[in-house]
């Protein structure tokens, strides 16, 4: 059977609450079948508004929305067969864990046996079998989080959102529970549409991220692309840590360009700026600047540290470079560690492809 | 903890429980004084009301220090079926002569003649004898007495005297269900066509039971919409809510009055609109009607505010869940959302109920004949026939029957699922 590439598709949607402002604006955006897309973005981005008008809570202003090629704007929350698994859990508190797992095959009418086969192969596969007969108040945080994980795949739903389901867990069980879902998706092959506004669990989990900004996808693309070649300042800042100079293209070609800084000229791989002139900001991952570069390379500097922070497994080091006292450095922290100190002058040196000359900010 | 365990010991070398103790007392005198003054104020305004309406219920002391000779002699009176010796006569009679000189003979003849008619004729025309001198204290005062008048020959009316020896009874408690003591001390039903105070209980009953059910049913839809409508709509929401409890409730009965009345302003409508002819307006007023709609109106807040505030705990997102896990709305409500309110429910079902077992002012004013409770026929007898006594069994009664509710309610829901905010 070969897999839809458009699974769900957001067709043109638009999305307004008060008539006045979109929040979401001429949405477009195809999920494939057994993907696992992640709508990555600031609060106040629409990420949470899509995610809400696919589980039928919110209504296109504007717009289709399709599943499995069936337009489902109008149909009601509860027969679109889409799992959900909210922000706070919403498990039901006066039902036991059981009764939570049987209560969408319950509304169903399956019978009594299948439901019991069903609740315990959902709660093996978050490991938590023997846990039927508690309520949702005796459990633990991570664990309430995997019967709203169990209970939204019990009954095989073709599409299952989460709302920042771990929100609310402290880190070390968020990224343990990150690979959990990401290998209960393997294992089952279920659509998953994720919503977050952290974006290393964006980066672990994802097939795909969908980055919002102001009501718009700003760049959808695999992880490693999101990270390596953002497509415009927004994404570059947005994902990961990120060197900015702002200048003007002076000089252009194929996959060079010149950009005059305030009393400099760097070079930079030009990504969207097309003629001489335009004002651009020139992004750089704070990892791709060496320090005192053995080989050749297209720009290279000198530099002051302003100051050095210890990060267990690597520096960072912040220099006054090119007029700016915001240039980040990150050194691995290895044997054969560099005596890094304030005030000392340091050489630096970056190529030219690494250097993506954006939109300005 | 197992006896085992060795003691634990402070650096000092006192226990640890003692040392804890003794840390905790000087806080937990602290508390005690802090709460002193709410406690002394209910035991004077609540506690000691309380006994001393229990001690006017029972208290049957009157006759038992009028008549202490005839009492004790009555000890002697062994075949209750005829009439007493010679000595019941001489203790009753000086008993008698004793009240007579005090000006207190009256008295007993009133008390008496409740217990069986006719005593306070009889009584009387003592009286007149012992005040003419008439008798002869060393002849046979037996004779001398069951010769003035019938009744004195009849045992019944020593049985009557008797039946008033003990000092405490529950004769008043009975009178509230009525029932009496027969003469022959056993219970017996008061005449059918004479019975008003069962017929009261079970009207309280069925009007609190209908109020609390109609303020369920318009509370519920009200505490749903003020909790989840927006800030600025349920503010506005809730100040309609409370608005009645700002009012006085004399003046909100008032205006049911103005409202209800057959000449009043709903009236009025129904003819405008046609629903009744205008010579055929119904009453709605002085009948079970008007204390239904007015008490209604008057205890809803007491279900509307418990219900929210548990309501307003309700995250809107269990709802979605439901919804989204394939219930329709109405499973998602009945499964998820009012098996949550439930503690609210009983809280403010509890709390009308019991408010309204008790309503004394809403339908003393347009209750009319058939729309009044028991509390006012409690204030009846407080005020009008003074019986105090009458009206503290009642009053107790009604008391316990709110703490047999809560006991109920207890066994059923449990008192520790109510929220009331």
């Given amino acids: 059977m070969s897999k839809n590439p458009e699974f769900v598709k957001f067709d043109k949607v638009d999305k307004s609450y008060d008539g006045k402002v979109l929040v979401v604006k001429d949405l477009q955006l195809d999920i494939a079948e057994g993907e696992f897309i992640t709508m990555l973005g600031p609060s106040g981005?629409?990420?949470?508004?899509?995610?809400?008008?696919?589980?039928?809570?919110?209504?296109?202003?504007?717009?289709?929305?399709?599943?499995?090629?069936?337009?489902?704007?109008?149909?009601?929350?509860?027969?679109?067969?889409?799992?959900?698994?909210?922000?706070?859990?919403?498990?039901?508190?006066?039902?036991?864990?059981?009764?939570?797992?049987a209560f969408p095959l319950r509304v169903r009418k399956v019978e009594k046996d299948e439901i019991d086969k069903k609740v315990?192969?959902?709660?093996?596969?978050?490991?938590?079998?023997?846990?039927?007969?508690?309520?949702?108040?005796?459990?633990?945080?991570?664990?309430?989080?995997?019967?709203?994980?169990?209970?939204?795949?019990?009954?095989?739903?073709?599409?299952?959102?989460?709302?920042?389901?771990?929100?609310?867990?402290d880190k070390n069980l968020r990224e343990s529970m990150q690979y959990e879902i990401k290998h209960i998706h393997e294992s089952i092959g279920v659509t998953v549409v994720y919503v977050t506004h952290d974006q290393s669990e964006a980066l672990t989990m994802s097939n795909r991220i969908a980055v919002f900004n102001d009501g718009k996808v700003q760049q959808l693309s695999n992880p490693a692309e999101l990270y390596e070649k953002p497509v415009n300042s927004f994404v570059a800042e947005f994902i990961g840590e990120n060197n900015t100079f702002n200048g003007e293209v002076i000089d252009i070609a194929k996959d060079?360009?010149?950009?005059?800084?305030a009393n400099s000229e760097i070079l930079a791989n030009p990504i969207s700026v097309k003629s001489k002139g335009e004002k651009t900001t020139v992004s750089l991952r704070p990892e791709r600047a060496l320090i005192n570069p053995t080989d050749k390379m297209d720009n290279m500097f000198t530099g002051k540290i302003e100051e050095v922070i210890y990060h267990g497994d690597h520096t960072r080091v912040r220099l006054n470079l090119l007029g700016s006292s915001e240039f980040i450095l990150k050194v691995p922290n290895s044997t054969s560690n560099l005596e890094l100190k304030v005030s000392q002058d340091i050489n630096i040196g970056w190529n030219s492809v690494d250097a993506r000359a954006l939109d300005p900010k | 903890m197992s006896s085992e365990t060795k003691q634990i010991l402070t650096t000092d070398g006192i226990p640890l429980e003692v040392s804890l103790k003794k840390a905790e007392k000087k806080n937990k005198i602290k508390a005690f004084l802090l709460v002193a003054p709410l406690l002394l104020f209910l035991v004077i305004t609540y506690i000691f009301p309380i006994g001393d309406m229990f001690?006017?219920?029972?208290?049957?002391?009157?006759?038992?220090?009028?008549?202490?000779?005839?009492?004790?002699a009555m000890e002697k009176w062994e075949n209750l079926d005829e009439l007493p010796p010679e000595e019941v006569y001489r203790g009753f009679y000086e008993d008698y002569k004793l009240l007579a000189e005090?000006?207190?003979?009256?008295?007993?003849?009133?008390?008496?003649?409740?217990?069986?008619?006719?005593?306070?004729?009889?009584?009387?025309?003592?009286?007149?004898?012992?005040?003419?001198?008439?008798?002869?204290?060393?002849?046979?005062?037996?004779?001398?007495?069951?010769?003035?008048?019938?009744?004195w020959r009849d045992v019944e009316y020593w049985q009557a005297i008797k039946r008033t020896a003990p000092p405490y009874t529950a004769s008043k408690y009975l009178k509230g269900m009525d029932m009496y003591f027969a003469a022959d001390g056993s219970i017996a039903q008061v005449d059918e066509d004479r019975r008003i105070h069962r017929i009261l209980w079970l009207r309280t009953l069925e009007i609190a039971f209908f109020v609390t059910l109609f303020c369920f049913f318009m509370g519920y839809p009200i505490a749903h919409l003020l909790a989840t409508l927006p800030m600025k709509y349920s503010n506005l929401l809730m100040i309609c809510v409370l608005l009645p409890f700002w009012t006085s409730l004399l003046v909100r009965t008032a205006s049911w009055m103005i409202l209800l009345q057959q000449q009043g302003i709903v009236n009025d409508f129904f003819v405008m609109i046609g629903l009744v002819a205008d010579d055929n307006r119904p009453e709605m007023m002085y009948n079970k009607v008007g204390t239904y709609v007015a008490m209604t109106q008057i205890l809803l807040p007491f279900m509307v505010l418990p219900l929210y505030s548990v309501m307003k705990t309700i995250s809107p997102s269990l709802m979605r869940a439901g919804k989204s896990l394939g219930g329709t709305p109405f499973v998602a409500f009945w499964k998820v959302y009012f098996p949550l309110t439930i503690p609210g429910i009983g809280a403010g079902?509890?709390?009308?109920?019991?408010?309204?077992?008790?309503?004394?002012?809403?339908?003393?004013?347009?209750?009319?004949?058939?729309?009044?409770?028991?509390?006012?026929?409690?204030?009846?007898?407080?005020?009008t026939t003074l019986d105090w006594s009458f009206a503290s069994a009642m009053g107790l009664m009604l008391l316990t029957g709110v703490l047999v509710i809560y006991w109920i309610?207890?066994?059923?829901v449990g008192v520790d699922n109510i929220k009331l905010g």
């Fill in chain 1, 45 to 101: 981005s629409g990420k949470t508004t899509c995610l809400m008008m696919l589980a039928g809570f919110e209504t296109p202003t504007h717009g289709e929305i399709l599943l499995d090629g069936n337009i489902i704007s109008n149909i009601p929350p509860h027969k679109r067969g889409i799992g959900m698994v909210f922000q706070n859990y919403a498990l039901f508190p006066h039902m036991t864990v059981y009764e939570n797992l």
């Fill in chain 1, 120 to 169: 315990d192969k959902a709660l093996s596969m978050v490991s938590l079998s023997g846990f039927e007969t508690r309520m949702p108040a005796q459990l633990s945080g991570g664990q309430q989080q995997r019967v709203a994980v169990a209970r939204a795949l019990v009954f095989d739903p073709a599409v299952v959102l989460m709302d920042e389901p771990l929100g609310a867990l």
């Fill in chain 1, 256 to 261: 060079k360009c010149k950009v005059k800084l």
């Fill in chain 2, 55 to 72: 001690m006017r219920s029972v208290d049957d002391r009157m006759v038992t220090n009028m008549l202490p000779k005839t009492f004790k």
């Fill in chain 2, 102 to 151: 005090n000006q207190q003979h009256g008295k007993l003849g009133q008390r008496l003649n409740k217990e069986k008619n006719g005593f306070n004729t009889i009584t009387k025309k003592l009286f007149r004898q012992i005040k003419r001198k008439k008798i002869d204290e060393s002849a046979s005062l037996k004779e001398q007495i069951n010769k003035l008048h019938k009744r």
């Fill in chain 2, 349 to 383: 079902c509890l709390l009308v109920f019991i408010l309204a077992i008790g309503y004394y002012i809403t339908p003393a004013l347009v209750g009319g004949a058939s729309g009044t409770l028991i509390s006012n026929q409690i204030a009846f007898h407080m005020k």
């Fill in chain 2, 409 to 412: 309610y207890n066994k059923l």
